[in-house]
Every structure is written in C-alpha cells, then in structure tokens.
C-alpha cells in the first residue's frame, strides 16, 4: 500500500504549501500551517459520488428509538443519557490522575460479563493495566487487551475482532504512519480521531476515547475533536478531596449539563446516591452566613450550601472574593443590595465560598447569596430548615427559575420545612411539610428573614 502525500494547509486561509513553513505563503499568517493528507483527484469523481449519495426525503426517514447499553455504573449512564448508544463516539477528558482509566475499566469489566469489550492502552503496559485491575478486585477475564499506539493496527483489530464497545486511552498517544508529525500533535489528535469516528458508525462500535487536557482544564488537542464526537464529558475533582464529577457538555443522544457524583475509594470510583450531602455543612447550631440553595445540573436538582463571611475592612478597597461563584456578578448584587435594600458593604470585606468545591454558574443562587451577605452583616443565623433560591435583578426584582418544583420536591424530601422562593414559582398545590413564601421583590425576601 503506497503511503498518503501528506501537505501543509493553513487553518486561517486553507491556503497549502508542500513543506512546512512558520509563516503562512497565502495570508503570511505565523505558525498557522498544519500536516494534513493530499486529496488524490480522480477523473468523473464527482459524478460518480453522486450516483450512489443515498439521497432521500427527510419525512421517509424512520425516527426510531435508539437503543442503549447500560454501562453497570448508573451515574455514568445518567451523564450518558441512559447508556451506551451503538456507533457512538465518547470523549472524556480529566485532569491527570483524577480516575478517567479506573472508571472505564471499572465499567467495561461490567459490560464484558454480556457483550465483547476491548481496552486499547497506549500509555500504560498490559501487566499495569492487570495490576490495576487486582487492585480494584475486578474480574477483568472477559476483557480483549491491547497495548497498540500506531492507528493502523488499531482499526485492523477492529475489524477483525468487532467488539461492541471499545476504549482507546488516550488518543493523544495513538499516531497515523500516513502523517510524519509526532503522537498528539493537531494532526495526528483530528486525523486519528476522524478514523476512528469513521470505523465505530460503520461498524456499529460504541468508542470511548479518552483526552488529555491543557492546564486551563480545556481539552488538548483542536477544538475539532469536540465537533467530531458525539457525547464530550469532562472528569472533574478537588485534588484535595475524594468525590469526583462527571459533566456531559456535549450530547448528541442526551441532555448537556447533566452531572454524576462518584467518591475516590480504594476499590475504586463508588456511586454517591445522595449528591446533596457532599454540599451541606452539619453545623452543630446555627451560624450567622450560611444559607441553603437548590441548584440545578442537568435534570437533578442539588442542595448547596452557600457561606458569605462579611468583615469591617482595613485596607482603602474592600475585597470582594469568590469561590465556586463569579466574582463579577457578586459586586452586581452587592450594588442592586444597596439601592433596593438599603444595606451597605462599601467598606465591608466580602467573601462568598460555595460548600464541598461545587462550582455553580446559574443566577438561581443570586437570592440566596445576598440572603448569606445580609445574616452575616447582621450576625444573624438563618434556620436551617429554611432554602431560598431565585434570581435577582438590577431593579430589585426577584425573577422565576426554571424547574422550581423539582427544586422544592427535593428540598422537601432531605426535610426542609420552609422556602424563600419567587413568587411565580410558588406550587399552585400545598407540598407536604414545606411552607412556601412567595416574593416579587429583594426586599420582601428580606423582610420575611427577620421574621424567620
């Protein structure tokens, strides 16, 4: 088989250039020009594609249910969307360390006892992988091992070994003989992704590719990669701490934002039932900053404990900090809480921390922040069977979230008795045990805190 001409494009202008050079011969753009195959042109080609394109009306095409693969571990197929889909392609991507290759492994020895599993591994041995697996106390018996980086034998073991779900760990090392350029660089990260994209919807293979990231925690590698697959999840995890999450961002079968809690153990990643535990402090009597939150991730509503700790300053700018939170929107709030409430903090330190690490993006938290803010100036404890949540606007208005009954059901299950909620997510109907206040303005939310 005759090797692929290989030429240089440039990502700016698609201009091409048969070497490589730093700048860019087309629009002199620097360090722009990548290593990709040369197209071989053929006579009548285009009329030829066209008389077998499968063309066909989009309203004869049958939209069947597609099946699912439970994975044996329901936190990942809850991130999944239900379960491994037949011809899907899964990019995760974690810190290093963090538990991506435990947690594969842990699922494809669930999945090996029923449908034929093989673990591609080209940064570990087969006798780590073993080793690994002893550890963990796995039956790692049904599983096809093979210790390959170069892509070529890869998809030729696929072809012949066809098994219904396949792991590739990681495709940062994985490199194609029809590209010079070294293992994980642009080239060889979208070329051997792109095959092995190709390979898994032909032959019906559910393929998980694992990713490194950058130390920003983004994806290495082009963004192209994320466009080619079809599920994107990222691992995430406090280094200092033994619970880890999955977030699916991407999700061509399923919803995005979904999120599934596992703990660190030394048999490996356990499933955590109660997510909302890890994110709530047991005091043992009320404390003056605290206040409960339900937040939403994906279609699973989570309890968090937001802390504010206000302090006179001793510095000309007060400070104002953040964690887990956008600072940004913090000193938003504070200003909407001095014109609409009357309560000052320009010469307050600030500090808000959301409990256990959870980083929450959602403006349903503005209410409960300020609710944190005001009892920690005032050394007034909130009670502790009390959640507030709700957004809140620069005129003072207190806006409706999405999915407030979910979010109050919820409360209500792990037993909280009263709600500071806005006034258009108030239920129609009574939940049991849960007494609901309804507000339209930041300063009836807090006129109903001084008389909690």
């Known amino acids: 088989m005759a090797k692929a001409k290989t030429i240089y494009s440039c990502t700016e202008c698609g201009g091409q250039s048969p070497k490589w050079q730093g700048q860019c ?8 020009l990548v290593e990709t195959i040369a197209e071989t042109p053929a006579a009548n080609r285009y009329a030829a594609l066209a008389q077998t394109a499968g063309l066909q009306k989009l309203a004869d095409v049958e939209a069947a249910e ?36 435990t947690l594969l492994l842990q699922a494809l020895c669930h999945v090996g006892t029923q449908r034929k599993a ?15 697996a002893k550890r963990l106390g796995l039956d790692a018996s ?26 590739i760990d990681s495709i940062q090392t994985v490199y194609s003989e029809a590209l010079q350029s070294a293992p994980g660089s642009v080239a060889q990260v979208r070329e051997c992704s792109a095959q092995l994209t190709r390979a898994a919807k032909q032959l ?63 048999k490996g990643l356990r499933e955590v039932s109660n997510p909302s535990a890890l994110f709530l402090s047991h005091h043992a009597e009320q404390v003056a900053g605290s206040c409960i939150t339900v937040t939403q991730e994906g279609t699973r509503p989570l309890l968090v404990e937001v802390q504010a700790l206000v302090d006179e300053a001793h510095a000309p700018n007060p400070k104002r900090l953040c964690v887990g939170l956008e600072q ?14 009357g309560v000052a903090c320009f010469d307050q330190d600030v500090f808000v921390n959301a409990v256990g690490g959870v980083k929450i993006s959602e403006p349903a938290v503005d209410l409960a922040v300020l609710c944190s803010i005001v009892s920690s100036l005032k050394n007034r404890p909130l009670d502790n069977k009390l959640i507030v949540f709700g957004e809140v606007g620069l005129a003072g208005e207190v806006r409706p979230v999405q999915r ?8 209500a299950k792990l037993g909280f008795t009263k709600a500071i909620v ?31």
């Not at 044996?72 to 809850?78: A, M, N, P, V």
């Not at 701490?241 to 991407?250: D, M, Q, V």
């Not at 000193?331 to 809480?337: D, I, R, S």
């Not at 997510?425 to 609901?436: H, R």
Request: proline share 5%; aromatic share 4%; charged share 20%.
């Open 66 to 101: 597609i099946p699912r693969q439970p994975s044996g571990i329901s936190e990942f197929d809850r991130v999944l969307g239900g379960g491994l889909v037949p011809g899907g392609v899964v990019l995760i991507g974690g810190d290093p360390g963090i538990g991506k290759s």
């Open 25 to 32: 011969p087309s629009c002199n753009a620097w360090n722009t």
């Open 118 to 132: 093989l673990y591609v591994s080209g940064e570990e041995s087969a006798q780590q992988i073993a080793m690994r």
């Open 422 to 452: 806005p006034k258009a997510n108030a239920p129609k109907q009574a939940i049991k045990g849960l007494e609901v206040l309804g507000v339209e303005r930041l300063e009836q939310a807090l006129n109903h805190l001084r008389n909690i």
């Open 328 to 341: 940004n929107r913090l000193a938003m709030l504070l200003a909407v809480l001095h014109r609409h409430a």
């Open 404 to 411: 407030g009954q979910e979010r109050l059901k919820e409360a």
């Open 142 to 167: 049904p599983i096809d091992l093979l210790a390959e980086i170069q892509l070529e034998k890869i998809l030729a073991t696929l072809q012949s070994h066809k098994p219904e779900i396949a792991v």
């Open 204 to 266: 019906g293979i559910t393929v998980i590719l694992v990713g490194h990231v950058t130390k920003e925690g983004s994806l290495a590698g082009p963004r192209v990669l994320e466009h080619i697959v079809d599920t994107v999840l990222y691992f995430e995890g406090d280094p200092n701490s033994s619970f880890r999450l999955i977030r699916a961002f991407k999700n061509r079968f399923g919803a995005v934002n979904e999120l599934g809690v596992f703990a660190m153990t030394e």
